[in-house]
């Protein structure tokens, strides 16, 4: 048994065997931090501690042709600009889609604005193009008497 697997079976035991409970929480620790360490929280973020090391990394990076690595790097640039495609929206709705278009706060995705005023929503592509716009009705729950 390696060494380091071996501390962590004493540490396990360090307890007396009435303490079930307590070595349970900690073994729930423990695959928690791992978990934590190897799964990445976003979408194509890299994990803190790599699993398979970075040594398949570098031999996949130098495996692809370069013309490919190429078309992979270079994206067309997103053009944008808001496009509410006729659809009447009120200037807050307006203003907001702007800023959003703007600051590209959104990044590569799409994104919907509740206008509240006109009681719609709408939903844009990631350039700013209307993709849909739809009303919106208020459902009043049914009151109740005490």
Do not use: C, Y
């Not at 976003?42 to 990076?61: D, E, M, N, T, Y």
């Not at 790097?73 to 703007?102: H, K």
């Not at 604005?113 to 919106?136: M, R, T, Y």
């Amino acid at each position: 048994m390696p060494p380091a697997l071996r501390r962590l079976r004493v540490w396990f035991h360090r307890h007396d065997a009435s303490s079930k409970t307590h070595r349970g929480l900690q073994a729930l620790m423990l695959l928690a931090a791992v978990v934590v360490l190897v799964v990445p929280m976003r979408p194509g973020a890299k994990p803190v501690i790599p699993l398979f090391g970075s040594h398949a990394a570098q031999v996949a990076q130098a495996t692809t042709p370069a013309p490919q690595k190429a078309q992979l790097l270079a994206r067309p640039a997103l053009v944008r600009a808001l496009d509410f495609a006729g659809e009447p929206a009120s200037a807050d709705a307006q203003r907001l889609a702007q800023w959003v278009v703007a600051s590209a706060d959104n990044g590569q995705l799409n994104f919907a604005i509740l206008d509240k005023k006109n009681a719609k929503v709408f939903v844009f592509a990631p350039s700013g193009k209307l993709i849909g716009a739809s009303p919106v009705f208020w459902a009043t729950p049914p009151e109740t008497t005490p």
